[in-house]
């Protein structure tokens, strides 16, 4: 039972322009969401959070938005940037798990 | 800056090979995990330990195990090594308690078993 998807394998978006990356999660007991991003043959690196009791979280060119009536988070990314070219794991955390739980990543693509 | 390190950033290793993969923190972290990532899968946990000595299953343990004597060592073990096992493992610590549980990953080992 996957309790945080991401149901875009992959997106490809032209430089300069918004990347939107979607996440949906069942687990209402989550407390917090986090995007992680991660380059090949690296680890991925923390990129921002969100409570549960906000609905939105902003730091420089990511802003992530969260809708718990829908169970949906959402990355923004403004402008994009070729260096922003990597794989994007949504997770979330809280309850009785322990844990963070992964979704299974999207791979997002910034062309010059 | 908290630094998880490593041993090997890449491995080769025949079936039936006993392998451990080693992990150090040197931010006095309560928590470490131990990943795999693979295409189309994500990450899947394998293991995680809350304090020395002390472990538990993740979401994938079987043919794995681990080790943490130490705080801040946690070691994987793959105790005969199959074809299926080859792929990126992460791992990765936090504090225990802390209200934003982030994670912080090492490079990975990429482990290849022919």
């Known amino acids: 039972d996957q309790q945080v998807k991401q149901n875009s394998p992959s997106l490809s978006v032209q430089e300069g322009r918004i990347s939107i990356l979607n996440c949906d999660y069942t687990?209402?007991?989550?407390?917090?969401f986090l995007w992680y991003k991660k380059y090949p043959a690296e680890g991925p690196t923390f990129l921002i959070s969100?409570?549960?009791?906000?609905d939105k979280n902003e730091d420089g060119r990511f802003t992530v938005f969260l809708n718990k009536s829908a169970k949906h988070l959402s990355l923004h990314i403004v402008p994009s940037q070729p260096g922003d070219s990597a794989v994007y794991f949504c997770?979330?955390?809280?309850?009785?798990?322990?844990?963070?739980?992964f979704g299974k990543g999207t791979k997002l693509s910034v062309k010059p | 800056d908290v630094k998880v390190t490593q041993s090997s950033r890449y491995l080769v290793k025949r079936t039936g090979e006993k392998v451990f993969l080693e992990c150090v923190q040197d931010?006095?972290?309560?928590?470490m995990f131990w990943y795999r990532q693979d295409p189309g899968l994500g990450l899947r946990l394998i293991y995680f330990?809350?304090?020395?000595?002390?472990?538990e299953k993740g979401d994938i343990p079987e043919g794995y195990s681990v080790s943490r004597e130490k705080k801040e060592r946690f070691s994987l073990i793959l105790e005969s090594a199959s074809t299926n096992q080859t792929s990126m493992y992460l791992c990765?610590?936090?504090?225990?308690?802390?209200?934003?549980?982030?994670?912080?990953f090492g490079s990975g080992t990429q482990l290849s078993v022919l």
């Open positions: 931010m006095d972290h309560e928590n």
């Open positions: 997770a979330g955390y809280g309850g009785s798990q322990g844990n963070l739980i």
């Open positions: 687990n209402s007991m989550f407390d917090y």
């Open positions: 990765a610590s936090s504090f225990l308690g802390g209200t934003n549980e982030k994670l912080f």
């Open positions: 330990s809350y304090d020395v000595k002390m472990k």
């Open positions: 969100i409570s549960s009791i906000k």
